[in-house]
């Protein structure tokens, strides 16, 4: 019997309605639920991520010709009303007016609880969508905030658009919705020192992520290729370490320029700049933190004041344009071909570190300055007899004594400014301060072993949240280090077991950019891997289900298209996996990321479709055969990409013949 209910929850998961029957207070038909299911490609609802509980109720609201939205006259509800106002006329050219008291015939009732519902906290919600109004309840306008981004999730797609669209019915299924996050930091990071970012485009990734209620935006503002912040007294900063040479092609492989080249590529945000991207931010809900990396990744500041590295040679330095700057051969930390540490034995870098943190800290509201102190080489550290002098003047045995000793004064520093001092895992290594919080991305394992030291701790192991990793075959995607699919992206807890939750402070995606030259790229990057870790981090653990989290991923597609976001079909793409048979034979075995699809190749250079072969078994390619093309097909549509896999390239893959 538990065998056959597990079956019929599995088949209702997969449709998205096990969510009706969870916690429902009605006497709901099971068996009239299943008669009435929609197919998966277009369920009703798909909201991303998956509220706490919903209860799917009879009927449907009809959005009126005229809308009123009831709304309470504070200042931290303009900007959500406003945002539910122009979503509403750009797309429908309904009229929407706003009324400050309350309606009995309002459309949108948005709502303050007067008494505190501990169920919500601050950024929880209650949405219920009537035949006649939606109201939203929330303890904190947060709380309402998030409500709109899920009640513009219930509208049809084209609520989407940003220009009026004809002939659409406007209606929402009506519902009941209970919903709060999991974690409170839900973050995104975005690295605008790889390539620069403008203004305009980082509000553009801001927009984007609260539609799915992250909450942090992590921006790195300074490494090897460009220091982005105006830091005034060291105008040197900007002027010299905010550009670089243009290159484009593979990066980190790419002809070191020459000394006449002109270093017109990059830019950087005045204070100006950062104050307007910081209240934008935060009439959205989302705290900008910035980060500064040092000691290591500080090439763009060295190049600006060379007298912060111990590297006599330092003198000669500019910024990083994509040369090769690090062997990575040896594992880490690397070995260092130029110098790209700030020199912990000099005064001088602690007099320049409070001055840039004294303004960073001014600049940015929220709690957490984040310093870096990932990936510092030693070798040029190891010569130092500055260095050497330290070590023996403060007892420190190792090199990543030397950096535990920087870190520790840095943290002071940032403490004396009023903010809390967050850094990357390796500044465990040469000791912290139990104070300090970390941000775990090397893998789940140090993340797991700072909190059982009683650190806090953000979770973004590269495993399960580094979108800058290929999301396909390499043959498709600009090559990075590792490939990071959809389904193992969703597959991240940042809470993991035998660890106590309270030192989790949340998790976080990380979008590195040396492979990404324009903000199309990034969204690329971040979409839909981006829907899986905002499902990590909101929807609670035993309600995540890779079918139905799927089947509403492929709704949020054609939500995207609709309002022109980029976003990868990589989950479509066939996976080769080759090995050699008995016979030192090449084998091309295919799968797909996802069931139901279709596999149709060819070997003879055409392009195949659905009436080509169809792969059921592994393949031998012919002798002579130079490429193996293939696509997916959902039933007689293409829905993947055209793979082009030269048999070369798998031979290489498969080892020696």
């Not at 790195?220 to 105008?235: A, C, V």
């Not at 953000?458 to 280090?481: G, N």
Request: hydrophobic share 40%.
């Amino acid at each position: 019997m538990k065998q056959f209910l597990a079956i019929i929850f599995c088949f209702l998961t997969l449709h998205g309605l096990a969510q009706t029957i969870e916690g429902t207070t009605e006497n709901t038909s099971t068996v009239g639920a299943i008669e009435t299911l929609a197919p998966i490609a277009s369920q009703e609802i798909a909201i991303i991520p998956e509220p706490v509980t919903l209860i799917k109720q009879t009927g449907h609201f009809i959005l009126p010709e005229n809308i009123v939205i009831q709304a309470n006259k504070s200042p931290e509800l303009k900007q959500t009303v406003a945002f539910l106002q122009e979503r509403i006329v750009k797309s429908t050219g309904h009229f929407v007016s706003v009324v400050h008291i309350p309606s009995a015939t309002a459309t949108f009732k948005l709502i303050l609880n007067d008494k505190n519902d501990p169920v919500l906290g601050n950024e929880g919600y209650r949405l219920t969508v009537g035949l006649k109004h939606v109201t939203i309840n929330a303890n904190k306008p947060a709380g309402l905030f998030y409500g709109v981004q899920t009640v513009l999730q219930l509208l049809p797609k084209e609520i989407e658009s940003n220009e009026e669209v004809k002939g659409i019915k406007w209606t929402m299924p009506c519902v009941q919705i209970t919903d709060y996050p999991r974690l409170g930091w839900r973050g995104l990071m975005f690295d605008v020192a790889r390539h620069f970012f403008t203004k305009q485009e980082v509000k553009q990734y801001i927009d984007a992520m609260v539609r799915y209620k992250y909450n942090i935006l992590h921006l790195h503002l300074t490494d090897d290729e460009g220091w982005r912040i105006e830091i005034k007294g060291l105008p040197r900063l900007t002027e010299v370490g905010a550009w670089r040479v243009k290159r484009e092609g593979t990066f980190g492989d790419f002809i070191p320029p020459t000394v006449n080249e002109p270093r017109n590529y990059g830019g950087f945000y005045t204070q100006e700049d950062i104050k307007e991207l910081v209240a934008y931010a935060k009439e959205r809900f989302v705290d900008i933190m910035p980060e500064i990396d040092v000691p290591g990744h500080s090439l763009a500041a060295i190049a600006a004041y060379p007298e912060l590295s111990g590297t006599p040679d330092a003198i000669n330095y500019r910024v990083r344009s994509g040369e090769k700057i690090m062997d990575w051969s040896r594992g880490a930390p690397p070995l260092a071909l130029v110098d790209n540490t700030l020199n912990p034995a000099s005064e001088k870098v602690y007099v320049f570190l409070d001055t840039v943190l004294s303004q960073v800290a001014k600049l940015f509201p929220f709690e957490y300055i984040h310093v870096g102190g990932d990936e510092a080489p030693h070798n040029f550290w190891e010569k130092s007899d500055q260095i050497k002098e330290l070590m023996k003047r403060e007892g420190l045995k190792t090199i990543p004594e030397v950096q535990g000793y920087f870190e520790r004064r840095l943290e002071k520093i940032v403490q004396s400014k009023g903010k809390k001092f967050m850094a990357w895992d390796e500044v465990l290594e040469g000791g912290v301060s139990p104070s300090a919080a970390v941000m775990s991305w090397r893998s789940m394992k140090y993340g797991i072993e700072a909190a059982k030291a009683g650190h806090e701790v953000v979770m973004s192991p590269t495993q399960y949240a580094y979108i800058d990793y290929m999301q396909a075959d390499a043959i498709t995607e600009p090559k990075v280090y590792a490939t990071l699919r959809l389904s193992t992206a969703y597959e991240f807890d940042p809470v993991p077991p035998g660890v106590d939750p309270k030192f989790i402070k949340g998790g976080q995606a990380n979008l590195w950019t040396e492979q990404v030259y324009n903000i199309r790229q990034a969204e690329y990057m971040t979409w839909p891997r981006g829907f899986a870790i905002a499902e990590s981090v909101w929807s609670p653990k035993e309600k995540k289900n890779w079918p139905n989290f799927f089947a509403r991923t492929e709704q949020h597609f054609q939500r995207l298209n609709i309002a022109e976001t980029k976003y990868a079909p990589s989950v479509y793409d066939p996976i080769f996996t080759v090995k050699r048979g008995a016979d030192r034979q090449l084998q091309i075995t295919l799968s797909t990321e996802v069931e139901g699809l279709d596999m149709y190749y060819s070997f003879d250079n055409s392009f195949p479709d659905h009436f080509y072969p169809k792969y059921t078994t592994p393949l031998i390619p012919p002798i002579d055969a130079t490429v193996l093309k293939v696509i997916t097909y959902r039933g007689k549509k293409p829905i993947g990409r055209m793979m082009n896999m030269p048999i070369e390239e798998l031979n290489k893959r498969a080892g020696k013949k």
